[in-house]
């Protein structure tokens, strides 16, 4: 009925998933409802730099944004990928890569027959066949190739860009097309005595905001869903034990086109290199390192120049129990917190907002929907949390009382069916919900040394030459990388601000 209509949605908290929300909310509510979000320009965002997965290429060809406009408002570049260094072992690194090991060309996969040719002494490193590393480790990017037949058709990529320009940039998109912005702090919260409801903010200088949807973006904060719902949270330390990340930003020195994270003796450092400078960041555990160790950890394995002092940022890794509760829909640090290691954090903003979307509710807020919304979150961030899990689980490091407790810990069963398949067969299960596909796994698996003990048996019944195959493909990447443009040349001749790095 049109009278159920929302009329009035409210976001609390700019930042990148106040403003993603306002925008993709702008983009698809195109009458009949006024969108208001509030921020306060004294309260800071978490973001110095932001990494990305591909899936932020749709969020932002959903709203109609030019790549190359949107990457020069940003200072961004491109990412083909995340290298992992230290992790599974000391002085070893591995490249988990946005696409595949090249295109299937048999029954059985890839993994199989790479891992019988290992045994033969006949193969190299698993990145060696897939061609987001080929290019990446030469330092050079382009677009795929259209053509499915073609070597360049079989990678991916995303972004690295300043989260706060790309906050003022869905700003003004979202300004543009009707949302209305207020400037200022909110006070207190008004609920409806019977409902629970939050029917109105107040705010500092006493003027009181109503919405019949409210969103919470005011990130770890979490005024609404937790400051006034009293929600609740699942802890997972457990699993994740990291609470800590300082950050710094530093001169771009390595400008690659994708993320570094290297482990370190109580937590790993990010390196995400952007056109004027490099966001840093050393994630640990306050279990097993203070501060004042971390930072010099982390100030200590900078490439360039600090540009400003390190800043301390306090966290527990988990979830809200309900990310929508009420009226009230939980997008962002709000709904939970998952460490940065494979740049999920503006992902699970985009994951948010699609629910959001595909759910969206009238006045009568459906417990049916809001149920469905809450089953699906969970299951999302679950399955993200059982991967960030995996990267520590499976580590031969003993140098360090962290990795020590995580080779060790109990993880949760959904994760532990996935390692045993994998550990029994070189099988790669997909889960329910999973974000990260089969490349994923298999990058991580592979590149941590857990070492399938058998092959898939029906590998024993085909007759494709698979060490042929192998190295044919690892030279026809080898030589289109060597045919592409570096990735400052690319940045150089379609997106560039003010480029300040050297190669």
């Known amino acids: 009925m049109e009278d159920q209509l929302i009329r009035h949605v409210v976001i609390l908290g700019g930042g990148s998933a106040g403003w993603m929300t306002a925008a993709a909310l702008a983009k698809s509510i195109q009458r009949d409802c006024?969108?208001?979000?509030i921020e306060s320009e004294e309260i800071g965002t978490i973001g110095v730099g932001e990494?990305?997965?591909?899936?932020?290429?749709?969020?932002?060809d959903m709203l109609g944004i030019a790549e190359d406009d949107f990457l020069r408002r940003t200072k961004g570049s491109f990412k083909l990928g995340i290298r992992f260094?230290?992790?599974g072992l000391q002085g070893h690194s591995y490249f988990h890569p946005f696409g595949s090991y090249g295109r299937p060309f048999d029954l059985v996969q890839i993994q199989h027959w790479w891992q019988r040719a290992r045994t033969q002494g006949r193969a190299q490193a698993m990145d060696e066949y897939c061609m987001a590393w080929a290019a990446a480790k030469q330092g050079r990017f382009d677009h795929p190739s259209p053509d499915p037949r073609h070597v360049l058709s079989t990678y991916d990529y995303a972004y690295h860009f300043d989260a706060g320009l790309y906050a003022r940039y869905l700003r003004e998109y979202a300004q543009a097309r009707r949302v209305k912005r207020i400037e200022g702090k909110v006070r207190s919260v008004r609920q409806n005595a019977e409902t629970g409801f939050v029917e109105s903010l107040l705010m500092e200088n006493g003027d009181s905001i109503a919405g019949e949807l409210v969103i919470d973006c005011s990130g770890l904060r979490a005024v609404l869903i937790e400051g006034a719902l009293k929600t609740g949270f699942d802890d997972w330390t457990c699993w994740l034990p990291c609470d800590r990340?300082?950050?710094?930003p530093s001169e771009t020195v390595h400008f690659t086109p994708y993320t570094q994270s290297t482990a370190h003796m109580a937590g790993w450092q990010w390196r995400i290199p952007l056109q004027h400078r490099t966001g840093n960041g050393h994630v640990y555990s306050s279990a097993f390192m203070d501060d004042e160790?971390?930072?010099r950890v982390l100030m200590s394995h900078l490439d360039g120049e600090p540009r400003a002092a390190p800043r301390l940022i306090k966290f527990t890794t988990g979830r809200r129990k309900l990310c929508w509760n009420r009226n009230v829909i939980a997008i962002g640090l709000s709904a939970g917190f998952l460490e940065p290691l494979e740049s999920t954090s503006l992902h699970l903003v985009q994951a948010g907002i699609s629910k959001l979307l595909a759910y969206f509710p009238d006045r009568g807020f459906d417990p049916l929907v809001i149920r469905e919304f809450n089953r699906v979150a969970a299951a999302e961030v679950e399955r993200i949390r059982d991967f960030i899990i995996l990267h520590y689980h499976l580590t031969t490091r003993t140098d360090g009382e962290l990795w020590q407790y995580c080779a060790h810990m109990p993880i949760p069963d959904t994760l532990q069916y996935k390692i045993d398949h994998f550990k029994h067969f070189g099988r790669l299960i997909p889960g329910d919900m999973d974000l990260f596909g089969n490349t994923s796994w298999l990058a991580v698996h592979i590149g941590q040394m857990n070492w399938p003990e058998r092959n898939d048996p029906l590998a024993n019944y085909r007759e494709a030459d698979g060490t042929r195959y192998l190295e044919r493909l690892r030279l026809a990447m080898a030589q289109a990388a060597q045919g592409m443009p570096t990735h400052r040349a690319y940045v150089e001749r379609h997106c560039a601000t003010v480029i300040d790095c050297k190669q």
């Open 245 to 248: 990340a300082l950050t710094v």
């Open 85 to 87: 260094v230290d992790w």
């Open 51 to 60: 990494a990305t997965i591909p899936p932020i290429r749709q969020f932002n």
């Open 34 to 37: 006024d969108i208001t979000l």
């Open 293 to 295: 160790q971390a930072q």
